[in-house]
T-cell receptor, first 114, second 109 residues
Framework: IAGITQAPTSQILAAGRRMTLRCTQD?????MYWYRQDLGLGLRLIHY???????GKGEVPDGYSVSRANTDDFPLTLASAVPSQTSVYFC?????????????FGPGTRLTVL | GQNIDQPTEMTATEGAIVQINCTYQ??????LFWYQQHAGEAPTFLSY??LDGLEEKGRFSSFLSRSKGYSYLLLKELQMKDSASYLC??????????WGAGTKLIIKP
């Protein structure tokens, strides 16, 4: 692995189903982030984690949960998916020792909720 | 509230020069980033400014004026592969990255 990986690449999900989007980084970055990107709205922060064991809410956290059991993994869970959660989801990471919060992005997960 | 403004879309001609502006109002300032995002792909880092002035990197340059809350990204000798969205982002006093909605740049032959 080099950088950040996300899985799955894309998913079609029935409303009401539970879904976990996976994110793994091998750069030993302390901070990780989940964004959603919708046309015309840019990147919106869902949840973040400044270090393993801690998480925080971003701009649009409702309907989503995260955990950070270790440095490398930062899964995002939709407990009961709704159509408004149709979006492209990006995971990112940053190292506090680098440029002020320069973030590195995974390839994204395209999620469709029907 | 915190706000970053940039034009929604711009069109330019191959070989020409284009300037993409970004204005920001944030609680504190710890740097400004420009990212490039091709359609269907992840954003990738282009430039970083923390002090006033111009940073040049090949065909791309980025300018910052902290007193005016203003930055621009200058792209020279435009190529078709420069067709992408360009995202402006500011690190605030809490080291949170605040993102603009992005500028879609269309390059015509």
């Amino acid at each position: 692995i080099a950088g950040i990986t996300q899985a799955p690449t894309s998913q079609i999900l029935a409303a009401g189903r539970r879904m976990t989007l996976r994110c793994t980084q091998d750069m030993r970055h302390n901070a990780m982030y989940w964004y959603r990107q919708d046309l015309g709205l840019g990147l919106r922060l869902i949840h973040y984690s400044n270090t393993a064991g801690t998480t925080g809410k971003g701009e649009v956290p409702d309907g989503y949960s995260v955990s950070r059991a270790n440095t490398d993994d930062f899964p995002l869970t939709l407990a009961s998916a709704v159509p408004s959660q149709t979006s492209v989801y990006f995971c990112a990471s940053s190292d506090s020792s680098g440029r002020a919060n320069e973030q590195f992005f995974g390839p994204g997960t395209r999620l469709t909720v029907l | 509230g915190q706000n970053i403004d940039q034009p929604t879309e711009m069109t330019a001609t191959e070989g020409a020069i284009v300037q993409i502006n970004c204005t920001y109002q944030t609680s504190g300032f710890n740097g400004l980033f420009w990212y490039q995002q091709h359609a269907g792909e992840a954003p990738t880092f282009l430039s970083y400014n923390v002090l006033d002035g111009l940073e040049e990197k090949g065909r791309f340059s980025s300018f910052l004026s902290r007193s005016k809350g203003y930055s621009y990204l200058l792209l020279k000798e435009l190529q078709m592969k420069d067709s992408a969205s360009y995202l402006c982002a500011v690190t605030d006093s809490n080291y949170q990255l605040i993102w603009g909605a992005g500028t879609k740049l269309i390059i015509k032959p």
